[in-house]
C-alpha cells in the first residue's frame, strides 16, 4: 500500500474561535422509502449540479389515486429567510417534476407540495459551480467529516480557492513544499492578497503525493494538525487548489476562513 507523503497544517486569526456548532447540516440525497400504494406520498431529492452545469432537483409523487399539481422549489439557505430560486409545476397522479436554475455556489434545498397538502423537504447539499470535479470532491469529503463532527458544511469561495489553487500550482511548478512560498509570500499574505475580507480568522492545509480526494482528506484527518482545522467550527469559508508537477507529484492545498 502506497503510503501518504508530506502534510502541512497552518493557522492565523485575529481573534478567537468558536466552539462546536450544535447542529450539522446534510448534502445527502434523500431516496424515498418504501411505501404501500395506498400511501399518498411526495419526496424531494437534495439539489446537484448536471452535467450541464445547472443546478437540479426532482421530486416524485408516489401511491396516489387522485390527480393533484405537484409544486417544486428549489431554496437556498441564507441568513434570515431562504429564497426560492427557481420553481416548477405539474399536474398528474404519480410521477416525476424537475426544475433547474443557474449555479450559483452555495447551500441548497429542495421542497415539494402538493394541492392536496403532502409536503417534503430534502437534505441539505453544498453545491460548488465552476469547479473541478476533483475539488468538488475534497469539498464533499471535508464538509462530511465536518457535518460528522457537528460542525457546519465550509462554503467554496471563488477567492480563497484561487489563493489555494496558486499556491498548489506554484509548489508543483517549482518543486517545494512549504506554507511560505518561495518568493517569500506567507500563506496569510496570499489570503490576504486574494480579497477575501473582512478576514478574522485564517488556516491552511498543504498535502503532496496523495492520488485521489479521498486519500488526502483522509491524511488530513489522521493528521492532529489538518484535523484541528478542518473541525474547526467557526470557519466558513474554504478554497481548494490541486496541482500536478512535471514528475507527476499532486499538491493540494486548503485555505479557510472566515469574516
Known sequence: MRRPLGILACAGG???LGAPSATAQSAEAVTAPQVRQAECRVYAAAPAVSSAGKIQASA????CTGSALVRIRIVQERTGTDPTVRSASLRGVNG?????APCVSGVYYAVVTDDQGNTGRSKNATLSCGVPKTVQEV???TNAERRAGGCPALRDDSRLRSAAQGHSADMAANNYFNHT?????TMTD????????PLSAWAENMAWGQRTPAE??????NSPGHRRNIMTCSYTHIGIG???SPRGRVYWTQDFARH
Open 14 to 16: 485575529l481573534v478567537a
Open 190 to 197: 496570499r489570503i490576504k492578497a486574494s480579497g477575501f475580507s
Open 242 to 244: 490541486v496541482a500536478t
Open 96 to 100: 416525476r417534476v424537475t426544475v433547474t
Open 216 to 221: 488526502v482528506v483522509k491524511a488530513w484527518m
Open 181 to 185: 512560498s518561495k518568493d517569500g509570500r
Open 60 to 63: 416524485i409523487r408516489v401511491g
Open 139 to 141: 469539498l464533499r469529503l
